[in-house]
């Protein structure tokens, strides 16, 4: 009976075995097969940089999440395909592009105007609001004709204002604006908010009745550039410096800042409006305030109404711009622009209060905004890392979990037959001793 059992357990040990021998060659055979992984995406506005101006004309991010570069011709197209991104062949350069609003800045300025570069239609976005004469928009307009046929002139509704008057309020003489972001030095810590809230001096507080004092602004730069610091009256942000307000006591945790790419789904928060969203839809916009011209906005189709000047604009937790000003309000839709504010931060030499040890997820990113009360602990932060051990042992397209398996049906092949011969020899001996005596 016992050698019946023998015989059954290395029967099945060996046809086990044999069934991993086949198993583990389909394996490698179906990862050989398998076609070659899509490249990793790279960032198309890395991609326009290493390029050059001539060869691409911008980059944004397509409906399928992927990032788009525009190129000149076919061998660029060929480059961009194979580092993972989407060429489109368009007829004018980033440099064409960049000398057209380079003609519009020289022009005589037309208070009411703003212009900046479609990337997706490859042209140059010239717009008008209300309040620009039909003298002037012809004068434009033969600017615009002079430049070439890569200049759309466009009629705005509503004014190009700024946006006085985030996410929490701030008062002052000047008018009610929001704060951005909060941002230190090293030593202090300060409101990173809009250049034309107020100028250098100004005092804000937190209340109409100016008991209780927020700061003090102590530099900035309008027009120009739209941004400012406001030195906190204490010295310090206080607990929930990271987080910006969204409405009904909660926020949104910041972890890092970057520029933004065209496409790219944001979100701005404001003293007046609250939590809107929208997307970029240009980059280094220029505007023609009343008070002044401002270069290197960023525009977007979110909403924005005054008051919300200076409130934060951020995606997935990163830090993207502070409110400039726009036309249109919040009921029927209209145009805002915002102040990067890596640009803002390089100039003023301050870098941005986040929670401790969290990652800063790319511009890229469209996760939809957590909203967090402020003071709470950070969640720890999704990323696109090394994948797990699971991950890599279930990927079909690789040959070591086959090669595994295979190795392994092979040493319990060879395990079985050992051990069956070593059985046999035992049981001769045994026999043996038995018929000598």
């Not at 005589?108 to 928009?137: F, I, K, L, M």
């Not at 602004?217 to 906190?232: I, K």
């Not at 979100?267 to 916009?285: K, M, N, P």
């Not at 909203?371 to 040959?399: E, F, H, K, Q, V």
């Amino acid at each position: 009976m016992r050698h019946v059992r023998r015989r059954i357990v290395r029967r099945a040990a060996r046809l086990a075995a044999v069934g991993g021998l086949l198993l583990g060659t389909t394996m490698v055979t179906q990862a050989v097969a398998s076609p070659p992984p899509d490249p990793v995406p790279a960032d198309g506005a890395e991609l326009v940089r290493r390029l050059g101006a001539e060869r691409t004309a911008g980059s944004w991010i397509g409906a399928d999440g992927r990032p788009v570069v525009a190129v000149t011709d076919r061998g660029t197209a060929a480059e961009v395909r194979r580092a993972g991104a989407t060429p489109k062949v368009v007829r004018h350069s980033l440099s064409e592009l960049r000398s057209a609003t380079a003609t519009l800045r020289a022009a005589p300025r037309v208070a009411g105007t703003a212009w900046a570069v479609d990337y997706r239609h490859n042209e140059v976005v010239v717009r008008a609001d209300r309040t620009v004469s039909a003298t002037d928009w012809a004068a434009l307009a033969e600017v615009a004709e002079g430049i070439g046929g890569h200049v759309r002139m466009e009629r705005s509704a509503g004014t190009f204002t700024t946006r006085l008057n985030g996410a929490q309020p701030i008062l002052s003489t000047s008018g009610r604006c929001s704060t951005g972001f909060n941002v230190t030095d090293g030593r202090r810590e300060f409101i990173l908010t809009a250049g034309h809230c107020g100028p250098t001096g100004s005092v804000w507080f937190a209340d109409g009745q100016g008991t209780r004092q927020v700061g003090r602004t102590v530099a900035g730069s309008f027009p120009g550039n739209d941004y400012s610091l406001v030195r906190y009256a204490g010295g310090r942000a206080g607990e929930g410096a990271d987080v910006v307000a969204v409405g009904d006591g909660k926020g949104v945790r910041i972890t890092g800042a970057a520029d933004p790419a065209v496409g790219q789904r944001v979100f701005r928060s404001g003293s007046t409006t609250g939590l809107r969203d929208g997307r970029v839809t240009a980059l280094d916009a220029t505007v023609n305030y009343p008070e002044g011209t401002v270069t290197g906005l960023i525009e977007t189709d979110v909403c924005a109404e005054p008051g919300d000047s200076g409130g934060p604009l951020f995606a997935a937790g990163i830090a993207l711009g502070v409110t400039s000003g726009g036309s249109g309000d919040c009921r029927t839709g209209g145009t805002t622009f915002f102040q990067p504010v890596t640009a803002a931060m390089e100039s003023l030499g301050v870098r941005l209060i986040t929670a401790t040890g969290a990652a800063a997820p790319g511009p890229g990113s469209s996760a939809t905004q957590s909203a967090i009360a402020p003071g709470a602990p950070a969640a720890a932060a999704g990323g696109t890392g090394t994948p797990s051990l699971y991950a890599r042992l279930t990927d079909p397209r690789n040959t070591g979990p086959g090669l595994l398996v295979v190795a392994g049906s092979l040493v319990a092949l060879v395990a079985t037959r050992w051990i069956r011969t070593e059985q046999d020899r035992r049981a001769y001996q045994r026999q043996y001793s038995a018929s000598w005596g």
